[in-house]
């Protein structure tokens, strides 16, 4: 069994939190230390996948808001007392985790701390601004597939974060350049086609 400190143990040791529904609060509460690392991950997550909208824009707006109270250097996230009193229903939670857990144990197989400056208090304000990027990324986002770049960038910075380790973050950040330069052309598409229209 993988150690509660990493990835997969902190997600396991959400589906097994008692209750047949999971109360958001409950959540963030859990995570502690770890908060801003998992609720990236967890924010990441639904767009490795094609989804319809609006997931990658829901997706991206909680991930600005997280990743703004990370710029400001905040140590623990601040949520809505309406969202932390919403709850998701074990059954969910546990199918969304048994799905993510494959992928995790992999990665993890490769991951162990390495330039762990990249995790230090200057450096998470930093990966914040990276982040609050590839929200705003996701956000404007070709549907069903150009999101997939960005919720791997998303996931591998978070997955670097809780595993202390900045070559996953490095690796995160290189395939979010990827996707902003796919999100970027999809944008400039949808601009010179409504120009051409009307000029």
């Not at 040791?13 to 509460?29: D, F, H």
């Not at 229903?89 to 330039?115: C, D, H, M, N, W």
């Amino acid at each position: 069994m993988s150690s509660p400190l990493r990835t997969s143990g902190l997600l396991t040791a959400l589906a097994t939190l008692p209750g047949e529904r999971i109360a958001v609060g409950s959540i963030v509460a859990a995570l502690k230390d770890r908060a801003y690392a998992l609720l990236v991950v967890l924010l990441g997550l639904p767009n490795c996948l094609p989804m319809p909208p609006p997931i990658p824009l829901v997706c991206g707006l909680v991930l600005a808001f997280v990743a703004a109270q990370m710029l400001a250097g905040r140590t623990m996230p601040w949520l809505p007392q309406a969202l932390l009193a919403r709850s998701i229903g074990k059954p969910e939670l546990t199918r969304a985790v048994a799905r993510a857990l494959p992928i995790l144990l992999r990665l993890e197989r490769f991951s162990q701390p390495r330039l762990t400056m990249l995790g230090g208090a200057f450096a998470i304000q930093v990966l914040g601004f990276v982040i609050l990027v590839l929200a705003l990324g996701l956000i404007v986002a070709a549907p069903f597939i150009g999101q997939i770049p960005l919720g791997l960038a998303v996931c591998l910075v978070g997955l670097g974060l809780v595993e202390r380790d900045g070559v996953i973050i490095i690796i995160g950040a290189v395939f979010g350049a990827i996707g902003l330069m796919l999100s970027a052309g999809f944008a400039y598409a949808i601009f010179s086609g409504i120009h051409g229209l009307f000029f």
